[in-house]
């Protein structure tokens, strides 16, 4: 089978159809459109493709009703239900342009259909931050490009030839044919090469009036609630919920990352699962000095960016002590507009949440204290620690007989440290579980199944050491890390963990980690998370370069220019070592840059000279240097000659100049060819004609 | 003269709606910081910029040519014909709309593609309203390509001049004055006619026929004859224009044309008379254009004027004022 090429009249309409459909999708891809609105279009896009010219002009009436009842309805929800006003407005145009797209055929229809797509790009680019959205513009800016010709050149021969005269043209396959559409494609790369230029060197001086914030999104995996009957197969999710850069890094740049990133701690139990305390939030504008140090700090500063839909208000630390927590870009001097707020776990938030990427630097002292610094403790516990004391009322007897037999008797840190030993090694780690639920799942695990997936490991222990008196909570957080080629660590959904912290008198709160080593994180190395990772990839770069460039990138950009143009120039020079070989290329350069002037000057010249810009052949050049030398021997053999004489006029009067006349006419203006030779040998003969000239009578 | 760069450049109703949308996103860009306002705006400033270079590239190296009808009569319509010729080595040109411009006529041509080292010629209808001299001044080379934002205009200086015959009306019945003069007449020398001119005797190789056999047979040689040259009807037609001004003044120049073109049809040398100039009697299609473009470019005058001198030997035909 093959394409035929469309007709003019068939390319201007798929075209402008294109570039309507992609400016939908700048939008849709931000997820705010709600579904009502983003069903409708591809709908109106169906039955106005099926409809044809048939919906033209009909059920005006309708529309009419149907637009204003919109813009009243739309209008009122910004007002009275506080629907945002630019989501308001892109529902709005979408409504317009699928109207447009029902009413084709006129110029002003096909140049509003195009006018009323820029706007819904620019709804898009208000709404939608992502990388789709680049894509999205990429496409609108190549179809767009074929619309807005093929328009013009439709209408122009509408209005060139009439109705009638232009039916053959625009029902013509020979117009819009592929070597047209991809120089016009060629165009659009040119334009998007120019956007990119404006995009760099706009100066980023923002008035900063009016904002639009993302909607914030609910989060799966660091919610306020874990609950262990939920059974079935837990998925490897490969999206991308953090990107991390370690400063120093991690010794020998592993391609894995052994980290746990804590989230919240969850202290009450609920019969099936934890829940946090519930307590509120207070700003805390500084953390706790760490009370306990076996040894020197030892600080890591992680530049850690949240993807916006994963966060949820958290701010996950990686292990350590947090020691410091700042809103704000690395090199940037502008603090973010968010601020840092504990819970009475100490777990760490962030207000205000808007949905976007979060860009925060943690320093932690990543010391943290070993079995030794906590042996030995008192087992007097504050009043505070009440609620990591509780044992659930229902805990199976064979739990707390297990916990004794692992850890009755011993210093709390042994006990510990034999549970997590225990649970690490005797049972198995599996994100398989049986789709029923268990009413003690705890025991379920621990003497039915022997295996279960990291949450049921951390539980299993929790409530054992609270079965011994000993304060522990259930942890939930991120464990691992992949290396990225862009140079940072990512942190997956997939990487989800729970984990256990044992309190210890005058140290603290103390990470034990039941899952079995090999089972931590996200296993997924499959062709979809690697397709994932190369995604997140350019989704970084987008939003370093694109999304997130301001003021200071462009400054930061500005002086990374002058720097290489300056490095050029010193090199160019040949200040330094290879000084001979520079010298040489910087004089070749020089050199070039010289005739390249030169070039250019003598082309101006013979475009000047020749009045309608068409250059002279080498022929007509000769002839007219031929032309010009011989007036100048007759003028220095002292006859005078008008400037307006023609050759042929002073040939009549001076015989002796008639055959370089004759030549130079042949050769300007009849087309006869004159070498260099002809040339220097007739300028030869009027010298020896002029020595033996008879003096003229009178000028011409 | 007008310089080879010179350009015009007018907004289309569409350029205008996008240079506004333009700078609207521009504000909301530069006011809210969002750098992906930024990018589309980049992406309109630099499809105008595009735009620009690609018209700029549509109308250089293009020469145009105008070709006028070698006859023109006021009230019937003309074929002007606009040759353009695109000289660039591979480049072609779209969208050229050639028309005239700053001259008395308006017309013009549109090609959709010119290819590259390639010539078209476009045609437009012009009915002059009017007689006399009708001046062309500039062809304008005009396109919107590539998005219709923009019409750029590069001016041609191409002077040139059309003399538009008066309009063709009815003669209308003027009786002649010096009737009896009327006729083809002999002119009192030898030539082609039926008459004889005179007798003489045979030339050795002439034509029998020329050989007057009643003469031959009365002298009792052969004596040959000469036809007498016979001249055609010779009319004057005589304008007095003197204080004919507009509208009469075009009426009665319609009549002394309808009434030379009716003469000279007929067969007669024709004259023409009018009051400051004249034209001397002749015949066929010379003499009618000669006569025609002389009453295209008649022009009012006062009584300082010298009268309309007639052709002595002529039948005047004299156009009522």
């Given amino acids: ?700 | 003269m007008t310089p080879a760069w010179k350009r015009r450049l007018a907004f289309t109703r569409m350029g205008r709606w996008y240079t506004g949308l333009t700078v609207a996103i521009g504000l909301a860009a530069t006011n809210t910081g969002n750098n992906l306002l930024f990018l589309v705006l980049g992406l309109l400033l630099s499809s105008i910029i595009v735009s620009g270079i690609l018209s700029e590239q549509s109308l250089k190296g293009v020469s145009v040519e105008r070709r006028l009808p070698s006859v023109a009569t006021a009230g019937q319509p003309a074929l002007v014909g606009l040759l353009a010729r695109n000289g660039k080595p591979h480049a072609p040109s779209f969208s050229l709309e050639v028309r005239e411009a700053r001259g008395d006529v308006a017309g013009h041509g549109f090609l959709v593609v010119l290819p590259a080292q390639r010539a078209a010629e476009v045609a437009y209808r012009f009915v002059p309203q009017r007689r006399g001299l009708h001046r062309f001044r500039q062809i304008e080379l005009a396109t919107r390509a590539p998005f219709g934002f923009f019409e750029k205009s590069r001016p041609m200086d191409a002077e040139a001049e059309l003399v538009v015959f008066p309009r063709e009306v009815a003669p209308a019945a003027v009786e002649a004055r010096a009737p009896g003069r009327e006729g083809d007449r002999p002119e009192d020398r030898a030539g082609i006619g039926l008459e004889v001119h005179l007798l003489r005797d045979h030339r050795a190789g002439e034509d029998a026929r020329s050989i007057h056999w009643r003469s031959s047979a009365r002298a009792g040689r052969l004596i040959g004859i000469d036809r007498e040259q016979e001249r055609r009807k010779r009319v004057c037609v005589v304008l007095d224009q003197r204080g004919l001004r507009g509208e009469p003044l075009d009426r009665a120049v319609e009549q002394a044309a309808a009434l030379v073109v009716r003469e000279i049809d007929s067969g007669a040398e024709v004259s023409l008379a009018l009051a400051g100039q004249s034209l001397a009697a002749g015949a066929g299609d010379g003499q009618r254009h000669a006569a025609l473009r002389m009453l295209a470019l008649v022009e009012p005058c006062g009584g300082e004027e010298a009268a309309p001198v007639p052709e002595a030997q002529a039948s005047i035909l004299e156009v009522p004022a």
């Fill in chain 1, 1 to 700: 089978m093959t394409l035929r090429t469309p007709t003019l009249l068939q390319a201007q309409r798929w075209a402008g159809t294109a570039a309507a459909t992609l400016a939908f999708v700048s939008c849709a891809v931000s997820g705010e459109l709600g579904p009502a609105m983003l069903l409708l279009f591809p709908l109106g896009l169906i039955i106005s493709a099926i409809g044809g010219d048939e919906l033209r002009g009909r059920w005006q009436w309708a529309w009419s009703t149907l637009l204003g009842g919109a813009l009243l309805v739309f209008a009122g929800q910004v007002l009275f239900a506080h629907v945002d006003i630019v989501l308001a407005a892109a529902w709005f145009v979408e409504l317009l342009c699928i109207h447009r797209l029902w009413q084709r055929g006129t110029e002003r229809d096909e140049l509003l259909l195009l006018l009323l797509s820029l706007l819904l790009l620019c709804a898009g680019a208000a709404l939608a931050a992502e990388l789709t959205f680049g894509f999205a513009f990429l496409g609108f800016a190549v179809t767009g490009t074929w619309a807005l010709a093929l328009t013009h050149l439709r209408f122009a021969i509408e209005a060139g030839r009439g109705e009638s005269g232009s039916a053959a043209l625009l029902n013509s396959r020979r117009i819009a044919t592929p070597a047209l559409l991809g120089g016009l494609a060629l165009l659009s790369s040119l334009a998007i090469a120019g956007a990119a230029l404006v995009f760099f060197t706009f100066p980023r001086v923002t008035i900063g009036g009016w904002r639009r914030a993302s909607r914030p999104s609910p989060v799966a995996g660091l919610g306020d609630r874990v609950d262990l009957a939920e059974h079935g197969t837990i998925e490897d999710d490969p999206r991308v919920v953090l990107r991390v850069r370690l400063d120093p890094p991690p010794h020998g740049d592993p391609e894995t990352l052994g980290m746990h990133w804590r989230a919240r701690a969850l202290s009450h139990w609920t019969g099936q699962g934890w829940r946090s305390d519930g307590s509120g939030i207070i700003p805390s504008h500084r953390l706790p000095t760490r009370t306990h140090r076996g040894r020197p700090a030892s600080l890591l500063t992680a530049d850690v960016e949240v993807v916006g839909a994963f966060s949820d208000g958290v701010v996950l630390t990686p292990q350590g002590w947090p020691l410091n927590v700042e809103f704000r870009r690395p090199g940037s001097t502008r603090a973010g507009a968010q601020r840092l707020y504990r819970n009475a776990s100490g777990d760490l938030f962030y207000q205000p949440v808007d949905g976007n990427d979060l860009r925060y630097i943690v320093v932690v002292d990543r010391e943290e204290p070993d079995l030794a610094a906590i042996r030995g403790r008192e087992r007097r516990y504050p009043p505070w620690l009440a609620p990591d004391l509780e044992v659930p009322e229902a805990l199976s007897p064979r739990v707390r007989a297990l916990a004794q037999r692992l850890g009755g008797g011993k210093d709390p840190a042994d006990a510990a440290v034999a549970i997590e030993h225990w649970l690490a090694t005797a049972l198995r780690y599996t994100r398989e579980l049986p789709e029923r639920e268990s009413r003690d799942p705890i025991a379920d695990f621990l003497f039915v199944r022997r295996a279960g997936h990291c949450e049921l490991f951390s539980s299993a222990m929790v409530v054992m050491l609270r079965s011994l008196g000993i304060p522990a909570r259930n942890v939930t957080g991120y464990f691992g890390g992949r290396r990225t080629d862009a140079g940072y660590y990512v942190v997956r959904a997939g990487d989800a963990h729970s984990w256990v912290e044992a309190w210890f008198p005058e140290v603290g709160f103390v990470r034990f980690d039941p899952t079995p080593a090999s089972a931590r994180g996200s296993r997924q190395e499959g062709l979809w998370a690697r397709a994932v990772l190369l995604w997140d990839g350019l989704q970084q770069r987008w939003r370093t370069f694109v999304v997130d460039y301001d003021l200071l990138s462009q400054a930061q950009a500005i002086r990374r220019l002058a720097q290489i143009a300056g490095q050029a120039g010193r090199r160019l020079a040949g200040t330094g070592g290879a000084g001979r070989l520079r010298g040489g290329a910087a004089w070749l350069a020089a050199a070039l840059a010289v005739a390249g002037l030169l070039a250019g000057l003598r082309r101006l010249r013979l475009r000047a000279g020749s009045g309608r810009g068409t250059a002279l052949s080498p022929d007509q050049r000769r002839a007219l240097r031929l032309w010009r030398t011989a007036r100048g021997r007759l003028r220095r053999a002292g006859v005078q000659i008008a400037p307006a004489a023609t050759a042929g006029e002073v040939a009549r009067r001076f015989p002796a100049v008639r055959e370089a006349a004759d030549a130079y006419a042949a050769a300007r203006w009849g087309g006869a060819a004159l070498t260099s030779r002809d040339a220097r040998a007739t300028l030869r003969r009027l010298e020896d004609a002029l020595e033996h000239r008879v003096a003229p009578d009178a000028p011409p």
